[in-house]
C-alpha cells in the first residue's frame, strides 16, 4: 500500500469543493454523514449545494461566491479546507498549479484534470495507454473530412467545455457539416484549436462505470450500469448489466489501470460504448461524480458521493457493491421555461412504488436541464422491466409522455 502525500484522515476536517451544482450538493449530504465539514466556492447563489444549506452555512467560511476559474477565490477557499476537490472541472489549471505549489492540497491531483480537460488530449492520453477509443482528429473549417479518413455520419466535438452533450454534434452528411461551420462565422476565435472530429461508433448500449481510489492506493470498482442518452443527453441509468465474462473483466481492467496511470485520488466516471459484437471503446472519462452513478446513493451499499469523500480524505474505501436486485435512475429534465416546484408531478413520481425522488431545488426550470432525478428499486435485475420502469417514470414527467 502507498505512503499517503499529503494531508491523512486525521487531518481532514472540511473538504473544499469548486462548484456548487447537484454535484456538490449530493456530495454536502454524505459528508454530512461522515462528520465533515465542507465549503464550495460557486458563482450563483442560487446554486443546489447554496440553496440546500441551512443560513448558517451559508457564510464566507462554507461559501465563496466566484466563478469556477477564479483562482483567488480558491486560494480563500484554501484557508479553510485541508484538502480541495472538483464537482465541476473548468477551473483556471495554470493559476491552480501556482496554488499546488504553495502546499495546497487538489485532489484528484491537478495531472489527472490536466489530462481530460481536452477532448482531443484525453483521447490522446486513452489511446497511450492501449484502450480502444473511437478514431479522432483535429478538424478546421478547411478540412475536408473524408481526407482525414472520417465518413458520415460523423461526431464533432468541443475540445472544451463540453458537458450534456452540449459540445456535441452528429452530422449527418455534408450539408449538415457546412451548416455546423457557418455558426462560426461570426465568431472564428480559436477556430483551428476549438473542436475534434471522431467516427461515429454504431453502439448497441453505452455502458458506464464509476472507479474509485483513494489516497492510499486503494481501489473500488462499482457495478456497470447501462446509460441511455436522447440527442446526447442522458436519459436513464440502468444496474446491473450482464456482460460476457471476459467483457466485464476488460471494463474493470481498464478502470483498474485508468486509475493507476493517472495516479487518481478520488472517483472517476467512465463512459463507454459496447458495440454488438461485444467490443468496448472508452468514449470520455469525468474526474469527479458523475449523473451515471446517481444510482449509487439508493442502490449500492456506499453512495459514489461518499466514496469520493472517503476517497479524497485517505478514509476506508466504501464497499460499492449494489444491496438490491437491481436500480433504475431517472433524470428529471427541463422541458419547458419556467419558475415552478413541480410539487404535483414529484408527488406523484414519489407515490411510484420503491421510488426516491432528489429534487435538486433549481429555480429556472429550462428545457434540458437536469432539475432533479428518480432512482426505482427494483427486485429483479432484468433489463426489460428496467427499461419498462424508466419509461413509466418519463411518462409521470414529462407532458408528452
Ligand atoms: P458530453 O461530454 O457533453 O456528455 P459526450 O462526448 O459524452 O458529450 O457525448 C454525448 C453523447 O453523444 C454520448 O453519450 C453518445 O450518445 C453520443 N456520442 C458521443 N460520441 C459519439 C461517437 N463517437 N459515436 C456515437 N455516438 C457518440
Known sequence: ???????????????????????????LEAAQRL????????????????????????????????RIADAKATARLAQHCQVITFENEFVDLPALKELETQGVCFRPGLSVLAAVLDKLEQRQFLRSLGLSVPAFAAITPQDNPQALGFDFPLVIKSRRHGYDGQGTFILRDEVELQEFWQRFESDPTDIAQRFMVEAFVPFERELAIMAARSATGEIALYPVVETYQKQQVCRWAIAPVTLPSPTQTQIETLATKLLEALDAVGILGIELFLTPDDRVF?????PRTHNSGHLTIDACATSQFEQHLRAVCGLPLGDPALKVAGAVMVNLLGFETAQSDYIEKRQRLANFPNAKV???GKADAKPGRKLGHVTVLLESADRDSAIAVAQQIEALWYPDG
Open 282 to 286: 472508452v468514449n470520455e472519462i469525468a
Open 1 to 27: 500500500m502507498n505512503v499517503i502525500q499529503g494531508p491523512t484522515a486525521a487531518d481532514i476536517h472540511q473538504v473544499g469543493a469548486i462548484g456548487g451544482g447537484q454535484l456538490a450538493w449530493m456530495m
Open 358 to 360: 432528489h429534487w435538486y
Open 35 to 66: 462528520g465533515l465539514e465542507m465549503a464550495i466556492q460557486t458563482p450563483n447563489a442560487h446554486d443546489p449545494a447554496v440553496i440546500n444549506r441551512s443560513p448558517d452555512m451559508q457564510s464566507e467560511k462554507k461559501v465563496i461566491l466566484a
